[in-house]
């Protein structure tokens, strides 16, 4: 070990490996050969309850929770005037007034639309036909952060709408559409749709209304008069968007599209939706209502792969596999701060041999696609990795559970790290009953200076703290740094590196790491060639001669 210290000196950068790494569409014949542009769901509902939207409101409210007041809810229903915006004001406008929806039957099967809001805080409008008999709902913003859909307020089989209300809990306020006046459309008015087709991110198209239908169009179980035809592209995924005119107001929603003729588009118009009043009760999914015969997409795909700039782990490691993967809710998560912090899960399985290496591969892939890194942080007895896109305010974390061959890796919304551990609004977990940092005359202990190897109080064999196949070592230096590191069980590659600055305080040594958010505090006492140090756990170390 002499060789290998002596080298260590000359370069002294002890760089932690995991820290500073670079750094269908199913088309359906309907007997007039129409199609519902989304989710028709299909989940053996046939006998499902048929009821009216007036009868589903005079239903027992299931929660507490009602609709904003008139005192306090925005005005969704100004004055249909102002001067005419180009294309790229509107979308500026609505971007984030719009969602994509990925729904779930009881049986798991999902589904994909959209919708809108209507007030910041979180009142908003899709299709019957996106929202019927799904019991689990979220909304996905323009920036991929997600919400829970919660409830609904109301729905409306014979327009084929629905009021839902989305969960605004980690968001004070949401961007709103204005709803405009669909009374006063005429044909030739251009026009804009905004959705997210085939669970695609959100797009928008345009054209213009080319008629003003007065025969009432059947599609499946709907019947709906007085629709809304124009020219806009829509596709599966667009259902329940709004369509907007040229002062970016919602003058109709999107619900269905003819499959023989491509430039046939209907909207629902918008004076028929049905605002809450100030004492409707918000009521739990799902909706009541005949189900649709069949979806005409299947949104699962698209949820799990709508992440397109996050690499996929399994792509660039060969070692591990996919154990399970899904929304914390989905996994057993149904609280705490993966449930809080995070909207998709990743279980894989890996040998310890490999997670170093693969997940050094996988942050500088995230590197390249414009992830930054920002801490490695020891927590519950983990070690968590942190990074963060700014571009799409979009965080990944994971960490390797030592003992379990496990790498758990999250997706969520925003800055999680600065979130959690700097804002203020989650008290962080122990790292272990360590005692408090003590005060008094601080120095570096002679006795103390040196490498020292660490070993097993039980078996007298090496005591493997990252995984099968790792010698670990402490190395105190007089300047008072030092390094914690191991190396494979030949002793000759350095698996992995934590540098730290020491001092002892009387018979208690306390360890700040430079690169990772820890310090430890041990009491310790030395024995000529070893060296015991008692925290939250009790190690032996033995001196290794230079």
């Known amino acids: 070990m002499k060789k290998f210290f002596e080298r ?5 950068q002890f760089r932690l490996a995991v820290t500073e790494t670079r750094k269908a569409r199913f088309v359906l014949l309907f007997f007039i050969a129409i199609t519902a542009v989304f989710v028709f769901s299909a989940c053996n509902v046939s006998d499902f309850i048929d009821a009216t939207r007036d009868a589903a409101r005079n239903e027992p409210p299931r929660t507490e929770d009602r609709p ?40 798991g099967i999902g589904y994909s639309g959209s919708g809108f809001f209507i007030d910041s805080t979180g009142l908003a409008v899709t299709n019957h036909h996106v929202m019927a008999n799904m019991v689990y709902a979220v909304a996905v913003l323009y920036d991929d952060s997600e919400f829970d859909i919660v409830g609904f307020y109301s729905y409306d089989t014979n327009n084929d709408l629905a009021v839902i209300r989305v969960d605004g809990g980690r968001r004070p306020n949401f961007e709103y559409a204005v709803l405009g006046n669909s009374d006063a459309v005429r044909v030739g008015e251009l026009v804009y749709a905004v959705g997210g087709p085939e669970g695609e991110p959100i797009t928008f198209t345009d054209g213009m209304i080319s008629r003003l239908v007065a025969e009432p169009i059947s599609i499946d179980i709907y019947t709906v008069s007085g629709l809304l035809q124009h020219t806009a592209a829509i596709y599966g995924g667009n259902s329940g968007g709004p369509l907007l005119n040229d002062r970016g107001q919602v003058i109709g929603i999107n619900s269905f599209v003819r499959t023989d003729r491509a430039s046939v588009q209907w909207a629902v118009p918008s004076n028929r939706i049905n605002l809450p009043a100030a004492n409707d009760f918000l009521q739990d999914l799902p909706l009541g209502g005949a189900a649709p015969s069949q979806p005409t997409f299947d949104g699962r795909i698209a949820y799990l792969t709508r ?24 996994l057993g998560e149904a609280g705490g701060i993966l449930y809080e912090l995070y909207e998709y899960l990743y279980v894989y399985t890996i040998p310890a041999r490999h997670w170093i290496a693969d997940t050094d591969a996988f942050d500088a892939a995230l590197e390249q696609r414009g992830f930054i890194f920002q801490n490695v942080v020891h927590l519950d007895g983990e070690v968590w990795v942190y990074l963060f896109h700014p571009g799409r305010n979009r965080s990944i974390s994971y960490a390797f559970m030592t003992g379990f061959d496990t790498l758990l890796m999250a997706v969520g919304s925003g800055d999680v790290y600065t979130l959690f551990y700097h804002s203020g609004q989650y008290s962080l977990p122990s790292t272990g009953q360590q005692p408090a940092i003590p005060t008094g005359q601080r120095g570096q202990d002679p006795a103390l200076y040196g490498l020292w190897q660490f070993w097993d109080t039980t078996s007298s064999s090496y005591l493997h703290w990252a995984g099968d196949g790792e010698i670990i070592y402490y190395a105190f230096l007089q300047d008072g740094t030092g390094t914690f590191f191991t190396t494979d069980m030949a002793d000759t590659v350095v698996l992995r590196e934590f540098p730290f600055n020491w001092h002892t305080v009387d018979d208690v040594v306390v360890i700040e790491y430079t690169t990772i958010d820890l310090v430890l505090v041990y009491y310790y006492e030395v024995y000529h060639d070893e060296l015991w140090m008692s925290g939250a756990n009790e190690h032996l170390l033995v001196y290794v001669e230079l």
């Open 307 to 330: 992440f397109n700039y996050i690499p996929d782990f399994l792509s660039i490691s060969r070692n591990a596999r996919l154990q399970m993967s899904g929304t914390p809710r989905d």
């Open 68 to 107: 904003p007041t008139d005192n306090n809810r925005q005005d969704v229903r100004p004055p249909a005037d102002g001067a005419a915006l180009t294309p790229a004001q509107i979308f500026a406008q609505n971007q984030f007034a719009v969602f994509q929806i990925f729904a779930w039957c009881a049986d």
């Open 8 to 12: 260590r000196e000359i370069a002294p």
